[in-house]
């Protein structure tokens, strides 16, 4: 149980355009999605958490306008790159928490590699 | 605020090696701690936790600790595998170490 499927795994686009990433949990409801990045020496870096029904809340550093973050079931959260540039090519996970399970383990998706070219 | 440090490695052993991984965190409260693993090709998946002081995780060999006075949870194994070969994660709630790359050689 509590399989997090992120999609697509793997996209390509050319710089200006957007992309949208998506996260669902399949066999749990999640009030509560983390994303991240993860940088080529493998470090994991929160971008933001989600919340259902709600604004996300950034992390410092992080531009909300350009990496927008939308939640709005149980079930799914979406990121959507904004107007992506060649630096935010990246490694991007999502993860998620089961409803009411305050300081569970996290379960993630097996990620987005996202290519600007 | 809240944080993680781990050992950042990378780390290389031998088949049989013993293994230790340091993690100390900041925090408010005392939060659960968790070990988190990512294979090859792989998303995260969870390791061990522990959820208050004193308490030990363990899973596939590997063991931690959670030391409130020390505010550390190290991760050990007695005899890694090449089959253990991954980077490993420590975590509370969601914030990360930068996490440990772990070669086991034949």
């Known amino acids: 149980g509590a399989v997090v499927s992120q999609h697509p795994s793997r996209v390509i686009c050319k710089s200006g355009t957007s992309v949208k990433i998506e996260c669902r949990s399949l066999d749990f409801q999640a009030t509560t999605m983390f994303w991240y990045r993860q940088f080529p020496k493998q470090s994991l870096m929160l971008m933001a958490t989600s919340n259902e029904g709600s604004k996300a809340t950034y992390e410092q550093g992080v531009e909300k306008d350009k990496f927008l973050i939308n939640h709005a079931s149980l079930t799914l959260s979406t990121l959507t790159v904004t107007s992506a540039h060649p630096e935010d090519s990246s490694f991007y996970i999502c993860s998620a928490r089961l409803q009411g399970h305050y300081n569970s383990p996290l379960h993630f998706g097996n990620g987005t590699r996202l290519t600007v070219t | 605020g809240d944080s993680v440090t781990q050992m950042e490695g990378p780390v290389t052993l031998s088949e049989e090696a013993f293994l230790t991984i340091n993690c100390t965190y900041t925090a408010t409260g005392y939060p659960s701690l968790f070990w988190y693993v990512q294979y090859p090709g792989e998303g995260l998946q969870l390791l061990l936790k ?57």
């Open chain 2, 50 to 106: 522990a959820t208050k002081a004193d308490d030990k995780g363990s899973n596939k060999g590997f063991e931690a600790t959670y030391r409130k006075e020390t505010t550390s949870f190290h991760l050990e194994k007695g005899s890694v595998q090449v089959s253990d070969s991954a980077v490993y994660f420590c975590a509370h709630d969601m914030r990360f170490g930068a996490g440990t790359r772990l070669t086991v050689k034949p």
